[in-house]
C-alpha cells in the first residue's frame, strides 16, 4: 500500500547531479509535493531559493528516475531471506553440513533456498536419504536458485507421496511434485504473508525501487497472496512502500473464468500474465527446447501449456482490454508462444494483439526469426540481466545445460536493435533485488554482441518498466518540469557517460555527448541508496543522509 502524504511542499536538492533529458548537465532539482517542478544549474539554483524550500545538499550525489523491477515475488523474497541461505554452498557435503546445522538450531520443517550444483565439483544434488540423515529425519524443503525445483527429505516425501508424483527423482523434484511440496512449504497466515511481504518491500525501497511488477500466480502463492498486496485483505501497515504493478498468472480459457479472475481482485489486474508457465527453467531441465540438453540427452523439456490454450488466452485477454503473458524461456517454449499469438491474431486482428503490448518474461533463448514476430506482435520481453552474470560465464550453467546454444542467451543488443521493447527486473528472489547489478550485468554481457550501453539498460529498469505495465502515465520514469517526483539519490564512485560502439563499451567523461550522466559500473563498489521518493513520499532514507 502507498501513502500519498508529500515528504514536505517544497524541496531543492542542489549541489550533485540531476538524470534529467530535459536538461543533461542539471545540478539540481526542485521538487513541489509530489512533482518535479524545476531543474537546472547551481546557479539559477542559488537565484530562486528561499526560506519556504527545504534545502538538500546533495554533495555530489546523482539524483535519478527510480528504478521499477519489472518481475518480483515479494512472498517469496522475503521468505528467501528468512530461510537457509544455500547461495553460499560450494558442494553436496557443504549443502548437507547446512541443514545439520539448521536442525540444530529449530524445530519444525526446514526450508532453505539458493543453491546452484551447477557450481559444485561434484554437480550432484543430495538424494532424499542422504537429506534424512543430515536433518535426522525431518521434513526439508530446499528450493533451487531458479526455485522451479527443489531436493525434499524421504521424511517430507513420504508425507505428502511425493514419490507417486510425476516429477520424483529420489528427492529430487520437478513439475508436480515439485508443486506440492512447494505448496506445503509455503502454508503461510496473512499475519505470516504481511510479514514477508513487507520486509521485501523495505528492501527494494532500500534500492531505489519505486515499483514492482508483482507476478503471483496459484502455483507460487493462493490468491489472498496478491489481494492483500492491493489491500484488499488483511493489512500490510500505514508505512509508505513502492508501488505493487499486479499480474495473476492463471489460464483462462472462457470469457467467464476471464471475468471470475478479474473480479476476484477487484478489478486491479494489469494483466493476466506474469508466471504464467509456458516451459520450466534451464536450471531445472525443464525449459522446453527445439532439441535435447547437452549434459541430459534424454530430455528436451517440458512445455505446460499448448499453442492453442496460450492463444484462447491471449484472445479473451485482449478482448477484456488486458495483458496477457507467459514465462517462457527455451526456444521451444518461444516457438509456441509466437504459433498462439499467430492463432489470436487470426481471431481479433493483429493491431489488436499489438495495441494489447502482451508480454513475455525471461525469454532466455530466442533466434532472429522469433525476435521479428515479437516486433510483429508489439510484445514486451521482462527480462533479468543477472541471470547472464551468474550463469552466461565460459563453463557456466548455460554451457552445462545447452553446449554451443548458449550463445544465444539472453539477446538484450539483438532484441534492442530489432525494436523489441525490453524491461528487466530480478525474478528476486531468483536474484537480488538490486538494480545497478542488473544495468552492469546488461552493459558487461559475458556475450559481447549482446552487450548494451548503460542508458538503454538504465531506461529498461525505469522508464520502460512503467510503461510496458501501461500504468497510464507516460511522464513516469523520467525528472524533469511537470513529471510525477519518483526518484533516487545515490552516492557513486564516479559518473560517466557510456558510448558504445559497435563493437565494444567505451566510457567518457566529456560534457559535449550532451547525454545525462550515469555511474560509472567498471569500479568495485555499486551505488549507494541514500533516499528513495515515489509521487513525493519518501520510501526510504539511509541513516547518513540529511
Not at 289 to 308: F, H, I, M, Q, V
Not at 354 to 376: F, G, W
Not at 475 to 487: D, E, H, V, Y
Not at 493 to 515: H, K
Request: charged share 20%.
Amino acid at each position: 500500500m502507498n501513502s500519498t502524504a508529500p515528504a514536505n511542499a517544497l524541496t531543492l536538492y542542489r549541489n550533485g547531479s540531476v538524470y534529467s533529458s530535459a536538461d543533461p548537465f542539471a545540478t539540481a532539482m526542485l521538487v513541489d509535493g509530489g512533482t518535479v517542478a524545476w531543474v537546472g544549474s547551481e546557479q539559477a539554483a542559488t537565484s530562486i531559493q528561499d526560506d519556504k524550500m527545504q534545502v538538500v545538499d546533495l554533495q555530489g550525489a546523482l539524483v535519478a528516475p527510480g528504478f521499477v523491477d519489472s518481475h518480483v515475488h515479494l512472498t517469496e523474497t522475503g521468505l528467501a531471506a528468512s530461510s537457509v541461505d544455500l547461495s553460499g554452498v560450494r558442494s553436496l557435503a557443504e549443502m548437507l553440513d547446512a541443514v545439520a546445522a539448521e536442525a540444530g538450531r529449530t524445530a519444525g520443517l526446514i526450508i532453505g533456498h539458493g543453491w546452484d550444483e551447477s557450481g559444485w565439483t561434484d554437480r550432484r544434488v543430495p538424494t532424499a536419504a542422504e537429506l534424512d540423515r543430515a536433518s535426522g529425519n525431518r521434513s526439508v524443503y530446499l528450493a533451487r536458485a531458479d526455485v522451479h525445483c527443489a531436493v525434499v527429505s524421504g521424511t517430507l516425501a513420504a508425507e505428502l507421496g511425493l514419490a507417486a508424483l510425476d516429477g520424483w527423482e529420489d528427492g529430487f523434484v520437478i513439475r508436480d511434485a515439485h508443486e506440492t511440496a512447494r505448496t506445503v512449504s509455503r502454508s503461510l497466515s496473512l499475519t505470516e504473508r504481511a510479514r514477508y511481504q513487507r520486509a521485501a518491500l523495505d528492501l527494494a525501497a532500500s534500492q531505489g525501487i519505486v515499483a514492482v511488477a508483482e507476478m503471483a500466480a496459484a502455483h507460487i502463492a493462493p490468491a489472498e497472496d496478491l489481494r492483500q498486496l492491493l489491500g484488499l485483505e488483511g493489512s500490510l501497515g500505514e508505512a509508505p512502500s513502492p508501488q505493487v504493478l499486479p499480474y495473476w498468472g492463471q489460464l483462462a480459457q472462457s470469457e467467464s473464468e476471464l471475468a471470475e479472475i478479474v473480479s476476484s481482485f477487484d478489478g486491479r489486474l494489469l494483466g493476466l500474465a506474469g508466471d504464467l508457465n509456458i516451459d520450466g527453467s534451464i536450471g531445472a531441465r525443464t525449459a522446453s527446447l527445439r532439441a535435447p540438453y547437452a549434459d541430459a540427452p534424454e530430455t528436451a523439456g517440458s512445455l505446460y501449456l499448448s499453442a492453442e490454450q496460450a492463444a484462447r488466452h491471449v484472445e479473451l485477454a485482449t478482448r477484456a482490454g488486458l495483458q496477457a503473458g507467459f514465462h517462457v524461456i527455451g526456444d521451444a517454449g518461444l516457438d509456441t508462444v509466437i504459433q498462439a499469438l499467430d492463432l489470436a491474431a487470426a481471431s481479433v486482428g493483429e493491431p489488436a494483439i499489438r495495441a494489447a503490448h502482451h508480454r513475455l518474461e525471461h525469454l532466455e533463448l530466442s533466434d532472429d526469426s522469433a525476435i521479428a514476430d515479437l516486433v510483429r506482435f508489439g510484445t514486451t520481453a521482462s527480462m533479468q540481466p543477472a541471470f547472464d552474470a551468474l550463469w552466461g560465464n565460459e563453463g557456466g550453467m548455460y554451457a552445462q545445460r545447452l553446449g554451443e546454444r548458449s550463445t544465444a542467451m539472453n539477446r538484450f543488443a539483438s532484441l534492442f536493435s530489432a525494436g523489441v521493447p525490453v524491461v528487466f527486473g530480478s525474478d528476486a528472489p531468483v536474484t537480488a533485488l538490486d538494480p545497478w547489478r542488473a544495468v552492469r550485468a546488461a552493459v558487461m554481457h559475458n556475450n559481447p554482441a549482446q552487450r548494451i550501453s548503460a542508458r538503454a539498460a538504465f531506461i529498461a529498469h525505469t522508464r520502460a518498466g512503467w510503461r510496458a505495465a501501461g500504468t497510464g502515465n507516460p511522464m513516469l520514469g523520467q525528472l524533469a518540469p511537470g513529471t510525477p517526483a519518483s526518484f533516487a539519490v545515490w552516492e557513486a564512485d564516479e559518473l560517466m557517460v557510456q558510448t558504445p560502439d559497435a563493437s565494444v563499451a567505451s566510457w567518457s567523461t566529456d560534457p559535449r555527448a550532451g547525454t545525462p550522466l550515469l555511474p560509472a559500473l567498471d569500479t568495485e563498489q555499486l551505488p549507494r541508496c541514500l533516499q528513495t521518493v515515489h509521487l513525493g513520499t519518501e520510501l526510504y532514507r539511509a541513516a547518513d543522509f540529511s
